[in-house]
């Protein structure tokens, strides 16, 4: 069931909150005060506090601070008056699910509390199918994707081609399909085909018999001997030759292989994982890719997100670098700042993960106090990559001459309803889908759809 923590000073509020919500089958404690709601709090556990602002000894603005320092993901609503609404807009950047204005509206009051408690539920979900995947860290909607994708692929002998920009984890990903797949127990052979020499490729891939070729001093396994029974990850499969491809394309056809200066031909089970950061479609059109090769291999293709699409997942990651890189150095850094936490987030990260753990390694070496601050990240000058701002949907205004024509609030307004519309596209128009994009609330989002008539 549900629990709900009300907080307030009022008791008639108190009161009248606990027999609303118990009527729609929550289970509901409260507190008179800040202080009491924490220690109740420490007791139990909770999927929603609601607290009024205003309230003697420590306010609601305070509780919410502690909230937050010690439960990030419990949701917080507000109560307010209309009186206070500095304090709202206040209470919902720190961190603040919502907030409801005083009189009640009861229906909205319900609508709210549906919203919060249906996100705590979805958090949940979030950690629980990320603990079953410790090679990866991320909660975000996006990798939780990602998982559930995994989870049905995995147990299948169906090869996988892994989509993704250099540094979003292709490797870890495939290593996840192969420890949940039915061959675990198996070789999980990886091998990067950008690194190594055309000459040698086939003999990586397919192995050599002694003598084949003038160092062939004694008989070799490939990649696929080595998997066989388990798994084969090839990255970067773009940058295969002609050749190699024609002879992986049998490997995939007849599941059997032909070692270097062999006679014989020798049977292999082996399920490939392959992966690029090219577009293949593009090389297929070029003519420097097979389309029967590509078919074989994208047999169930997966997309992995660059950090930027799932940027929800970066303070995950920042603890996770920061407490490797803290042991590896010997420091005691305990934080990373807000400030510096805030220049993050903002942060394109071109370079994806691999990038983040390098500021974060960067960082840890270079600072000398007990925390993290902006001055101590070394970002790249990659951030303002025009790939980057040119599919940007809320470019409104090309110039400042151009701004200062149309106006501030007309450009806003413009901005804004951009935004709107992006969000419930990419939501496919849920408008819960495009208030958890956005950051806001659902009623602020439905208040916005009605305002602009979207």
């Known amino acids: 069931m549900t629990s709900i923590l009300v907080v307030d000073d009022e008791r008639s509020m108190r009161d009248f909150l606990k027999i609303l919500l118990e009527k729609e089958d929550y289970d509901v404690q409260t507190a008179s005060n800040g202080i009491q709601a924490l220690k109740v709090i420490q007791d139990h556990t909770f999927n929603l506090i609601i607290s009024d602002i205003r309230m003697d000894g420590m306010d609601g603005l305070e509780l919410l601070n502690a909230i937050k320092e010690q439960q990030p993901s419990l949701p917080v609503v507000m109560i307010t008056a209309f009186a206070s609404p500095d304090d709202a807009v206040f209470a919902m950047k720190n961190g603040a699910f919502d907030y409801i204005s005083k009189p009640f509206n009861v229906d909205e009051i319900k609508s709210v509390i549906s919203s919060a408690t249906s996100k705590t539920n979805e958090l949940e979900e979030a950690k629980n199918i990320s603990a079953e995947f410790p090679e990866i860290i991320g909660e975000s909607r996006e990798m939780i994707k990602i998982f559930q994708m995994i989870q049905r692929i995995a147990v299948t ?4 081609l892994i989509y993704g920009e250099s540094g979003t984890g292709k490797e870890l990903v495939a290593k996840a399909i192969h420890r949940h ?9 990886p091998i990067t085909c950008s690194a190594i020499p055309e000459e040698l490729m086939e003999s990586e891939l397919f192995g050599h018999v002694k003598g084949a070729f003038t160092g062939a001093i004694q008989d070799k396994q490939g990649l696929f001997q080595l998997a066989d029974n388990g ?5 970067e499969i773009g940058e295969l030759t002609p050749i190699i491809q024609t ?21 292999v089970n082996v399920r490939i994982i ?17 389309e029967d090769l590509f078919y074989r291999l994208a047999v169930v293709p997966l997309r992995v997100p ?4 799932r940027k929800g997942d970066v303070p995950l990651l920042v603890d996770h670098f920061l407490k490797k890189y803290c042991k590896l150095f010997g420091k005691e850094i305990q934080e990373v700042s807000s400030y510096a936490m805030e220049v993050l987030m903002k942060y394109d990260f071109p370079g994806n993960v691999r990038e983040l753990e390098n500021i974060v390694e960067r960082g840890v070496a270079l600072e000398s106090s007990n925390i993290i601050l902006p001055e101590s990240l070394t970002l790249s000058s990659l951030r303002t990559n025009s790939r980057h701002q040119a599919t940007s949907p809320f470019q409104v205004v090309a110039d400042e001459e151009e701004l200062f024509r149309i106006g501030l609030e007309e450009v806003m307004a413009e901005t804004e309803k951009r935004c709107l519309a992006a ?3 990419k939501s496919s128009h849920s408008k819960m889908g495009a208030a958890d994009l956005l950051r806001i609330s659902f009623r602020s989002l439905r208040y916005k759809v009605k305002k602009y008539d979207i």
Request: avoid cysteine.
């Open 157 to 160: 002998p169906a090869n996988v």
């Open 181 to 189: 797949s039915l061959v675990a127990d198996h070789n999980f052979v």
């Open 231 to 235: 798994t084969a990850f090839l990255d």
């Open 247 to 267: 002879k992986l394309l049998r490997v995939l056809q007849e599941r059997e292989i032909k070692p270097v200066g062999a006679v014989q031909i020798e049977r």
């Open 274 to 290: 392959a992966a690029t950061n090219r577009i293949l479609e593009d090389d297929i059109i070029a003519g420097k890719f097979r």
């Open 306 to 309: 660059p950090l930027r699409e």
């Open 423 to 425: 969000a419930l596209e």
